[in-house]
């Protein structure tokens, strides 16, 4: 990023330069895992460079209120290596472009812009990250030159200082203290499950039993629990979905639950935020439906969210601890989406993907004639796909044409022996299950 401020300088500074440009860094904290800060900028003097008059520097060469590049030639540059806060600003790893805007009577500030690589003049406003108040105070003694120094603390931080003429700018310099983290009782989990074109997202605490009895204990068999610890369990659906089979739109709910030794209640709620189950009612519930729970044999020490028996269509979102486990039915609509869209692609002109839409037919028990004519599409495409042929097989043996199937499996089967690579192994055997199985 430093290298983007060092680019081609404009014409005037091709020439040699009569501010000098200086670069001074200092790091803050330990020694040797500490923020590096370095600043580099131009040095311009209070006496003119061509006639050597003295001139006024605040309030004329440099107006009050008014946006100063804070040096000269290219914009000021701040590079820190880990976060910073100057002032009262919170600065992230990177680096900066910084400006002055000095005032007579008013708080002066200095300036971090997001906008490197420029020249010093115009500032560009529009890209300020931050300002930070800056104190104004007399110098015992004149500074000629422009100089801005950062000067090391006690305590890990610093000041920075810009100086000039008989005039001191400064801002505080500090490491953000570092985050104490301790570990959590209940740790938070994120769970995400593709299931046939749904995505479905839940999030929740995970509570541990640590010797104690939860269902029916802990956790009251009878009332509304929220399904994990902490806030309330989320879980998002990104298309339309049926619960038990009834319908739940699209959208984000809280998942509530009433555990019953015999049956449990799993509620719906459109998402509010809420902590726990403590403000729970039972009017803004969206959907309520009843499931069996199982007994598992081993127990199960911290509470689990998951998916099984996955399908195109379908799936089990399973609520399990200690020796209970909750099975949710979870369908989706595959074939009312995805029907449409693939005839019609079908049907139209261009590339075809004629295996894939044989599979989803035979796959979801559509018309078996037309999954069969597009595999002979494919196969005609790739004469040697004997993968192709195999599933071909299978068409023919979801039709009841078993002479037909085997023919296809054994011609698959013979030219599966004669490839290389992984697909022998597997569709040798594929092809061997299936011969089997129409004898």
Same mark, same amino acid.
């Given at each position: 990023?430093?290298?983007?401020?060092?680019?081609?300088?404009?014409?005037?500074?091709?020439?040699?330069?009569?501010?000098?440009?200086?670069?001074?860094?200092?790091?803050?904290?330990?020694?040797?895992?500490?923020?590096?800060?370095?600043?580099?900028?131009?040095?311009?003097?209070?006496?003119?460079?061509?006639?050597?008059?003295?001139?006024?520097?605040?309030?004329?060469?440099?107006?009050?209120?008014?946006?100063?590049?804070?040096?000269?030639?290219?914009?000021?540059?701040?590079?820190?290596?880990?976060?910073?806060?100057? %002032?009262?600003?919170?600065?992230?790893?990177?680096?900066?472009?910084?400006?002055?805007?000095?005032?007579?009577?008013?708080?002066? $500030?200095?300036?971090?812009?997001?906008?490197?690589?420029?020249?010093?003049?115009? #500032?560009?406003?529009?890209?300020?990250?931050?300002?930070?108040?800056?104190?104004?105070?007399?110098?015992?003694?004149?500074?000629?030159?422009?100089?801005?120094?950062?000067?090391?603390?006690?305590? %890990?931080?610093?000041?920075?200082?810009?100086?000039?003429?008989?005039?001191?700018?400064?801002?505080?310099?500090?490491?953000?203290?570092?985050?104490?983290?301790?570990?959590?009782?209940?740790?938070?989990?994120?769970?995400?499950?593709?299931? %046939?074109?749904?995505?479905?997202?839940?999030?929740?605490?995970?509570?541990?039993?640590?010797?104690?009895?939860?269902? %029916?204990?802990?956790?009251?068999?009878?009332? #509304?629990?929220?399904?994990?610890?902490?806030?309330?369990?989320?879980?998002?659906?990104?298309?339309?979905?049926?619960?038990?089979?009834?319908?739940?739109?699209?959208?984000?709910?809280?998942?509530?639950?009433?555990?019953?030794?015999?049956?449990?209640?799993?509620?719906?709620? $459109?998402?509010?935020?809420?902590?726990?189950?403590?403000?729970?009612?039972?009017?803004?519930?969206?959907?309520?439906?009843? #499931?069996?729970?199982?007994?598992?044999?081993?127990?199960?020490?911290?509470?689990?969210?998951?998916?099984?028996?996955?399908?195109?269509?379908?799936?089990?979102?399973?609520?399990?601890?200690?020796?209970?486990?909750?099975?949710?039915?979870?369908?989706?609509?595959? #074939?009312?989406?995805?029907?449409?869209?693939?005839?019609?692609?079908?049907?139209?002109?261009?590339?075809?993907?004629?295996?894939?839409?044989?599979?989803?037919?035979?796959?979801?028990?559509?018309?078996?004639?037309?999954?069969?004519?597009?595999?002979?599409?494919?196969?005609?495409?790739?004469?040697?796909?004997?993968?192709?042929?195999?599933?071909?097989?299978?068409?023919?043996?979801?039709?009841?044409?078993?002479?037909?199937?085997?023919?296809?499996?054994?011609?698959?089967?013979?030219?599966?022996?004669?490839? $290389?690579?992984?697909?022998?192994?597997?569709?040798?055997?594929?092809?061997?299950?299936?011969?089997?199985?129409? $004898?």
């Amino acid at each position: 990023m430093i290298a983007a401020a060092s680019g081609v300088l404009p014409a005037a500074a091709q020439q040699t330069r009569l501010s000098p440009h200086e670069t001074t860094s200092a790091v803050l904290g330990d020694r040797r895992a500490g923020d590096r800060v370095t600043i580099t900028y131009g040095r311009p003097y209070s006496k003119d460079p061509r006639t050597g008059e003295v001139r006024k520097i605040w309030g004329s060469l440099v107006p009050w209120d008014s946006a100063y590049r804070l040096g000269a030639d290219e914009a000021t540059l701040i590079v820190t290596q880990q976060p910073l806060i100057i %002032g009262d600003a919170t600065v992230l790893a990177g680096a900066y472009t910084l400006y002055l805007v000095p005032s007579e009577k008013g708080a002066s $500030k200095l300036a971090i812009s997001t906008s490197i690589g420029k020249w010093g003049v115009p #500032v560009d406003e529009a890209h300020d990250l931050a300002r930070v108040d800056l104190k104004r105070e007399a110098l015992a003694a004149p500074v000629d030159q422009l100089t801005i120094a950062i000067d090391k603390n006690s305590e %890990g931080g610093g000041v920075l200082k810009i100086m000039w003429e008989s005039t001191q700018f400064s801002a505080p310099l500090r490491l953000p203290a570092p985050r104490l983290e301790f570990p959590q009782a209940s740790p938070a989990a994120t769970l995400k499950q593709h299931i %046939g074109l749904t995505d479905i997202e839940v999030v929740y605490s995970r509570p541990s039993a640590k010797g104690r009895v939860m269902l %029916g204990g802990n956790n009251p068999y009878g009332q #509304v629990w929220r399904t994990g610890a902490n806030s309330a369990t989320r879980i998002t659906f990104s298309t339309p979905i049926t619960l038990e089979g009834k319908p739940v739109d699209a959208g984000t709910y809280e998942l509530f639950t009433i555990p019953g030794k015999d049956e449990w209640t799993v509620i719906l709620q $459109k998402a509010q935020n809420q902590w726990g189950a403590y403000a729970y009612d039972a009017k803004n519930d969206t959907m309520r439906v009843t #499931v069996k729970p199982a007994w598992l044999t081993e127990p199960v020490e911290t509470f689990t969210i998951d998916f099984n028996d996955l399908r195109d269509e379908s799936a089990t979102l399973q609520l399990s601890w200690e020796k209970t486990c909750v099975p949710v039915k979870i369908g989706v609509d595959v #074939v009312g989406v995805l029907k449409p869209k693939l005839d019609a692609v079908m049907a139209g002109a261009g590339k075809k993907p004629y295996a894939q839409a044989a599979l989803f037919y035979l796959d979801h028990n559509l018309d078996l004639d037309q999954a069969e004519a597009w595999m002979d599409a494919a196969i005609a495409q790739q004469p040697d796909a004997f993968y192709y042929i195999y599933h071909k097989a299978r068409i023919l043996a979801k039709k009841g044409d078993k002479a037909g199937a085997l023919a296809a499996a054994n011609q698959s089967l013979a030219m599966a022996k004669q490839a $290389k690579g992984p697909e022998n192994t597997e569709y040798t055997h594929l092809n061997e299950v299936l011969i089997e199985s129409l $004898k």
